[in-house]
C-alpha cells in the first residue's frame, strides 16, 4: 500500500509459529512486509505428537512459509537483538521496521527446513516402533498427548509417564487431570507423579535403559522422549531495549490493544505476553487478528483511539488422547471420550489451521 508522501511502511513480525502465520498472512499485502523465523516453515504444534507415531501426517502440519506468504521477505534466522528501529539477525542482518510484532512465544530446537523436520519424525516413529518399552518424562498436553498416541497405535508397548507434579495438565482444572490420569491407567500406561528422573544417570544394558527417579525408584525401558515444555521465547529480549517490558516470567508485558508496554509501534501476541489466560493456540490466532487490525488502521493513518482491544478469555481447552478421545475442559465442567475426540482428535484442526492460512485443507 502507497502511504502519504509514497512512502511504503515496514512492518516486521518475528517468529513464524501460530500466531506469527497468521498475521503474516494477513499482513503480506499491506506493507513492505518481512517475517524473521529460525525455521524456513510454520509447523502446528499439537499435530507433532500424531506425526510421531504418522510420520506421514506432518506433509500436511508441517508448512512452508512461503506456501502462504507469496508476497512478503523471510528471513530464515534467529532474532538477537532490535533497537528501536531495527532488528539484528544471528547471521548479522539489519531489518529495519516501522511496526514490529514479537510473536517468539516458545524457543525450540528445530531443523531449519521441512526435510529435516520430517526425517526427524520418521526416527522418532522408528525408535516408538522397535521399542518395547517407553518413559515419557513429563505429564503435560505434550507428555500426555504422547502417551495417548502411543497407547491407541501401539496398545502392547509398556508405557511409563513421569511427572514431578502432583497431577496431570496442571494448565488445567484437577477434575480434568483426573479424568486424564483414570483415561491413560485404563491403557495400561504407568503413571508416577510427584517425581522427576534424572537423564544424566541412565545405565545402560543391551536393548535396555535403566532410569532412577528422584525417589530411587528404578525402572527399565527401551528408549525415553523428553516433554517438559519449552521454555518462553525471550530469552533474546533480555538485553535489549524491550528489558523494561518484561515481566517475572520473562513475558512482555501487554496494553488492551496488543502494543508492548511503553511502546506505540511494538506489538506482541502469543504465548510470549502477558495477557492473564491460558496460553493456547487459538487464543494466540485470535491475538494475532487483533494485532493485524491495528496495525493496518495505523499504516491507513486511523486514530489510535480507534484501534481494537483484546480481552482475556476463560479457560477452554482440548487434550487429544489417541486418534478417537480426548478431553475438554470449559469454563464449569470438563467432559472425556469420543465427544471431545470427535472435535480435535482425528484431524487434529489441521484442515481449518491450513484454512485459515488459505492453504487447501487435504493439500
Ligand atoms: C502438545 C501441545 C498441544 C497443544 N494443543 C493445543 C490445542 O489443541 N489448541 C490450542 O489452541 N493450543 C494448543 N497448544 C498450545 C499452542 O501450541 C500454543 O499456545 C501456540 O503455539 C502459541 O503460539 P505462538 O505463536 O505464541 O508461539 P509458537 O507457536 O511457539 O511460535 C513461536 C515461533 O517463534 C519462533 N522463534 C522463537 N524465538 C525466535 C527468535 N529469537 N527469532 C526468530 N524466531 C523465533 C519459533 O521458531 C516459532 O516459529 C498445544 C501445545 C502443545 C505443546
New binding site residues.
Partial sequence: MELGGGERKRVVV???????SLLAKNLQFSADFTL????EY?EI??AS?RTMVEPSFGERSVINHRDYLTNGQIITS??INITDTEVLTGEGRLIPYDYLVI??????SVPKNKTGRLKEYQEDYQKIRSANSILIVGGG??GV?LAGEIATDFPDKKITLVHTGSRLLEFIGPKAANKTLNWLQSRNVEVILEQSVSLNTISESPGSKTYQTSEGQTFHADCHFLCTGKRV?SA?LKETVLKSSLDEFGRLIVDENLRVKGRKNIFA????TNIKEI????L?QKQALVAAKNIKLLLAGGRESKMATYEAHSVLA?VSLGRKHGLAQFPYTTCIGRLPGLI?SKDLFVGKTRKQLGLLPQD
Wanted: hydrophobic share 40%.
Fill in positions: 518475528i517468529g513464524g509459529g501460530v500466531a506469527g524473521i523465523d529460525q525455521k510454520f504444534p499439537w505428537l534467529g532474532a510473536a517468539t512465544g516458545h524457543a525450540d498436553p505434550t498427548e521465547g533474546w501476541v502469543g504465548d510470549i496460553k493456547q493456540g487459538y494466540a482440548l480435535k
